[in-house]
């Protein structure tokens, strides 16, 4: 947040994204302690991660189909959600896995189709500089990695997994994502990333 003057569109909202993920992860924990469960936040919480991420990528696409397809997922994503927590996957009682493997499936087809963007409109700055590779590469990596993990979600808590090396996993995953996003947001200036944002 201290260098939100200085950010592109895409990654003002990244920050915000980050401060609401945050926000999900404290209620997440609560609710476990609390409740013994945090499957009712986590149908919340994987919705809004979504709608941000696609939101980023409507600003970094150049292609208008690829905008309209984005905007097309987040419609969808929400809708299916909303009929997941009460016909499918009931919102009090499971984690919301078939969400979770549409939007990782999604992220990852955006990643790519992104990735082609970078290399049709290469910029004449190293791509270690570059605020869109630290961001595309953290969200491939994240959703492709935790694509089976995420969906796994209640198989684990049926089975009281979860304290084994699937959760090393998720947790190494998660402060990779982490990482990468914060170095995208400390590289992010209007100047290197003016084509892509």
């Not at 994987?46 to 991420?53: L, N």
Request: with cysteine; hydrophobic share 55%.
């Amino acid at each position: 947040m201290v260098r939100y003057k200085l950010l592109t569109i895409p990654f003002k909202i990244l920050a915000f994204s980050v401060l609401f993920t945050l926000f999900w992860e404290v209620l997440a924990e609560f609710s476990a302690v609390v409740y013994k469960t945090n499957a009712f936040i986590s149908h919340f919480q994987g919705v809004s991660g979504y709608i941000f991420h696609a939101i980023i990528f409507y600003y970094l696409f150049r292609d208008a189909t690829l905008k309209k397809i984005v905007l097309f997922s987040i419609f969808f994503v929400v809708i299916f959600a909303i009929v997941n927590g009460v016909f499918i996957q009931k919102a009090f009682n499971d984690f919301p896995t078939y969400v979770y493997l549409i939007t990782n499936g999604l992220s990852v087809i955006f990643c790519l189709f992104f990735f082609k963007q970078m290399l049709q409109y290469a910029l004449n700055v190293n791509i270690v500089r570059q605020s869109v590779f630290w961001y595309n590469t953290g969200i491939l990596l994240f959703s492709a990695t935790m694509f089976l993990n995420m969906g796994l979600t209640n198989y684990y808590a049926k089975h009281q997994w979860g304290r084994d090396i699937i959760f090393y996993l998720w947790f190494c995953n998660d402060c990779l994502l982490n990482i990468l996003i914060g170095v995208a947001l400390l590289t992010d200036n209007k100047e290197n990333n003016i084509q892509h944002a």
